[in-house]
């Protein structure tokens, strides 16, 4: 089973450039996620969404977008890369937010993105 | 809002004896699902253990078990018989029911098994 599929995995950006991070999930989950992670610290939620159509703000929006088209892709996208943007990315799925126990998040292997 | 509080950066064990990692959280909340979550040197987040907050019994997963003290707020993640592939980074994390936009993490813990 490929779960969470995120590419890619390895990224160099100069500053002010833009690039789409791909997140796809054929688990057939209704909640994604997409968290960043800065170096030794915890993950922080960029933005998530409940369903096709329907995304919103998590803790750390600002310089990412997201969309999605489709209960299986949730790209992030950044706008004009700045060095704080240097970071590891991981999109996560779950199936519902509601359920007991079906909460669990299932993570995808992660971006390193560096914006020199 | 919650918040999840890991107070050791870093911890050591020897091999093939117990560690217990700490966490304690706050929310308002009165239904919620307590997680931890393994990532090792590669990167990969790997869930561990999952305990509910109407739980009567604390949750166990072969050797990791939850040590779940409701009135205390704490959860904290018990390794038994250390492996060296327990060397890792460890998170707590919680979500309220319902609510799985709000998946809070904890700043982590480093635990290093000693051979």
């Known amino acids: 089973n490929a779960g969470v599929t995120q590419t890619p995995k390895f990224r160099i950006l100069k500053i002010g450039q833009s690039m789409t991070l791909q997140c ?12 960043r992670q800065d170096p030794g610290m915890g993950l922080k939620l960029i933005y998530y969404s409940v369903g096709a159509g329907i995304t919103d703000k998590g803790e750390v929006p600002n310089g990412y977008n997201v969309s999605r088209s489709t209960t299986e892709d949730f790209p992030l996208r ?5 060095p704080s943007q240097t970071s590891v990315y991981f999109c996560a799925s779950s199936y519902s937010a509601g359920a007991r126990g079906n909460e669990k998040l299932f993570f995808g292997s992660g971006t390193q993105l560096s914006v020199l | ?4 509080t890991q107070t050791q950066p870093g911890m050591f064990v020897q091999e093939k004896e117990a560690v217990t990692l700490d966490c304690t959280y706050d929310t308002s909340d009165p239904s919620y699902g307590l997680f931890w979550y393994k990532q090792p040197s590669s990167g990969e987040m790997i869930f561990l253990i ?5 739980d009567q019994q604390n949750a166990t997963e072969g050797r990791y078990s939850l040590n779940f003290q ?3 707020k704490s959860a904290n993640l018990v390794i ?3 492996q060296l592939g327990d060397s890792a980074m460890y998170f707590c994390a919680m979500t309220p029911w319902g609510y799985g936009q709000n998946f809070v993490f904890g700043p982590g813990t480093r635990l290093s098994v000693l051979p």
């Open chain 2, 1 to 4: 809002a919650q918040k999840i």
């Open chain 1, 78 to 82: 950044l706008e004009l890369a700045a």
């Open chain 2, 50 to 54: 999952y305990q509910g907050s109407y």
């Open chain 2, 80 to 82: 038994s018989a250390s």
């Open chain 1, 24 to 35: 796809t999930q054929d688990m057939n989950h209704n909640y994604m996620y997409w968290y």
């Open chain 2, 70 to 72: 409701k009135a205390r």
